[in-house]
């Protein structure tokens, strides 16, 4: 396969996923330098075969990125295994669904609320700098069986933003720290990237050798992204999901509105 495709193809690729790695172990949002960097270097391959290999690349950088995370830090499994189990099921049911209806609705309302995460997290300064869980224990497993069943529907049925959602998610409705709440979501992402994953594969969507490749850069990004949120604690954290968020809602916007924009300008 490598043959087929130019070096400077390759080494660009590589670079993004190892971008990818680092930034989505620290706040999520990896899909948003990986996913463009597919499409736009490989035009001649399908969409499903492009999201199928970002999948194999993106697994592996969060599955480092969680067994990085839960050396150093308490993982609030209470709410994070249900979570995970849920999202299982979500993001498999959100990637069939995909294929029966349209996601316009969903990607016209997306931007919306990117920007509402956005100006939450802005405006509540001490938001996530302290964990301090509000649930009792049965009340953090319904609630994360909940937030696992439909930000998992989310990501296999659309996908940007899902870290950066789980992130806020676990802070806001669980009182979880940004490290606690970054911890349960790499395990939450795994989940639904292996739940796409069984989607994708057996359907022969994916380029494996490509997938591979940069699955060993994203795996180094990763290893540097959680070596940095963890060493300079919740505060870096935010920051950095604050500019990620905003960066989601350029390119969510620009994708979603574009279109129509240019269309009525024309």
């Not at 670079?15 to 930034?23: D, N, P, S, V």
């Not at 609030?76 to 996601?103: D, E, F, H, R």
């Not at 850069?217 to 919740?234: D, E, H, S, T, Y």
Request: charged share 10%; aromatic share 12%.
């Amino acid at each position: 396969m490598f043959e087929q495709i130019e070096l400077w193809v390759l080494i660009t690729l590589c670079a993004a996923a190892f971008a990818a790695g680092l930034i989505d172990a620290m706040v999520g949002g990896g899909g948003l330098i990986q996913i463009p960097a597919l499409f736009g270097l490989m035009p001649g391959q399908g969409h499903a075969t492009l999201l199928g290999t970002n999948k194999i690349s993106s697994v592996v950088g969060t599955s480092f990125a969680a067994y990085r995370y839960s050396k150093a830090i308490q993982v609030p499994w209470n709410a994070v295994l249900p979570a995970t189990a849920m999202a299982l099921m979500g993001a498999y049911g959100g990637a069939y669904v995909v294929t029966q209806i349209s996601t316009e609705v969903l990607r016209l309302i997306l931007p919306v609320l990117l920007a509402a995460v956005a100006v939450y997290t802005f405006l509540r300064k001490d938001l996530g700098g302290v964990h301090a869980p509000k649930l009792d224990v049965k009340r953090e497993r319904i609630f994360g069986a909940l937030v696992g069943l439909l930000i998992g529907f989310y990501d296999g049925f659309f996908g940007p933003g899902t870290g950066s959602f789980l992130m806020v998610a676990f802070v806001v409705f669980f009182g979880f720290d940004f490290l606690a709440a970054t911890a349960g979501a790499k395990m939450v992402n795994i989940a639904c990237n292996l739940a796409s994953l069984a989607w994708f594969a057996p359907a022969g969507h994916i380029i494996l050798s490509l997938g591979l490749l940069m699955a060993a850069f994203n795996l180094a990004g990763a290893k540097v992204g959680a070596g940095l949120a963890i060493r300079k604690g919740a505060g870096f954290v935010r920051k950095v999901l604050l500019a990620v968020v905003c960066l989601l809602i350029l390119r969510t916007s620009y994708d979603s509105y574009w279109p129509y924009l240019r269309s009525w300008l024309v």
